[in-house]
Nanobody, 126 residues
Framework: QVQLVESGGGLVQAGGSLRLSCAASGRTFSNSVMGWFRQAPGKEREFVAGISWSGLNTYYADSVKGRLSISRDNAKNTVYLQMNSLKPEDTAVYYC???????????????????WGQGTQVTVSS
């Protein structure tokens, strides 16, 4: 019931910033918990950040707290990931995901999410 398309990835130097966007289509967006995940070469897909349907509750992986910030604009059907103070270890493909089960809490496991975007590459050079 929802399609997701990420954009905004690219190459940036360590300490720089990027803003990822996830454009959603479908009637479930406003009631869906949204999350950002990332997957580096040879590693499992890992949770980065999540946000409740209202945007009032957010949750972050310890590795990105204070540097990355998730937000959403339901009027625009878009969720964002503002990435500051980037490090080489942030290099990965970043995926936007939607939880269509009308949960009220953010969950961190990929299997919790029902819809996924195609991913956008973020590369941070040292």
């Amino acid at each position: 019931q929802v399609q997701l398309v990420e954009s905004g990835g690219g190459l940036v130097q360590a300490g720089g910033s990027l803003r990822l966007s996830c454009a959603a289509s479908g009637r479930t967006f406003s009631n869906s918990v949204m999350g950002w995940f990332r997957q580096a070469p040879g590693k499992e897909r890992e949770f980065v950040a999540g946000i409740s349907w209202s945007g009032l509750n957010t949750y972050y992986a310890d590795s990105v707290k204070g540097r990355l910030s998730i937000s959403r604009d339901n009027a625009k059907n878009t969720v964002y990931l503002q990435m500051n103070s980037l490090k080489p270890e942030d290099t990965a493909v970043y995926y936007c995901a939607a939880d269509a089960q009308r949960r009220t809490t953010v969950r961190t496991t990929p299997r919790t999410y029902d819809y996924w975007g195609q991913g956008t590459q973020v590369t941070v050079s040292s």
